[in-house]
């Protein structure tokens, strides 16, 4: 099956706790994302990569991280400088000669306390 | 000002009528519209796209788009109650981002 992966489904950490946000595509795809998704709100993207070993802020950056070592995987932490992260986190793929039909990730329910 | 507004709702409507929602721009540079479904406590789903001026239609679904008015729409015909959910609509500019705006909820009433 094609398709994105998105590990935990829920995950819930201490504040002051880094936590890495797992996100796996085998569409091939050569664009990741990753979006922000609070009650009642659209999504904010934070981070994307348009090919391995790059990536661009997006416009909530502020408090997280990624890599981009491999085409397939684009983790997102989330580190304990973020001062709200409790939110529903999406991770998204393109296709290089589509890059505005994105698709999504079940998501990642983190929660802070 | 946000980039994309969406007519905030919630919208509900019975079983069989048209639901209508309207999102509006302001990048005109934005060359290309998405309307994604979500239901509650998933990801959302693309379920439509228009590059075009004019209408665009897949099955139940009409999108419209006027670059000049700088609006999009979307109507779902013949409502049903899995079409009860959240409908964003998503804007495409130079800069390869999309930009989402806060999502209409629809209740389709049976």
């Known amino acids: 099956d094609g398709g994105i992966t998105q590990s935990p489904k829920y995950l819930f950490r201490k504040e002051g706790q880094n936590v890495t946000l797992s996100c796996e595509q085998n569409?091939?795809?050569?664009?990741m994302y990753w979006y922000r998704q609070d009650p009642g709100q659209g999504l904010r993207l934070i981070y994307y990569s348009q090919i391995v070993n790059d990536f661009q802020k997006g416009d909530i950056a502020e408090g997280y991280s990624v890599s981009r070592e491999k085409k397939e995987s684009f983790p997102l932490t989330v580190t304990s400088a973020q001062k709200n992260p409790t939110a529903f986190y999406l991770c998204a793929s393109s296709a290089r000669q589509n890059p505005y039909e994105q698709y999504f990730g079940p998501g990642t329910r983190l929660t802070v306390t | 000002q946000k980039e994309v507004e969406q007519n905030s709702g919630p919208l509900s409507v019975p079983e069989g009528a048209i639901a209508s929602l309207n999102c509006t721009y302001s990048?005109?540079?934005?060359?290309?519209f998405f309307w994604y479904r979500q239901y509650s406590g998933k990801s959302p789903e693309l379920i439509m796209f228009i590059y075009s001026n004019g209408d665009k239609e897949d099955g139940r679904f009409t999108a419209q788009l006027n670059k000049a008015s700088q609006y999009v729409s979307l109507l779902i015909r013949d409502s049903q109650p899995s079409d009860s959910a959240t409908y964003l609509c998503?804007?495409?500019?130079?800069?390869?981002?999309?930009?989402f705006g806060a999502g209409t909820t629809v209740t389709v009433r049976a």
């Open positions: 990048d005109r540079g934005s060359q290309s």
């Open positions: 998503a804007g495409f500019s130079n800069d390869y981002k999309l930009s």
């Open positions: 569409l091939n795809h050569d664009a």
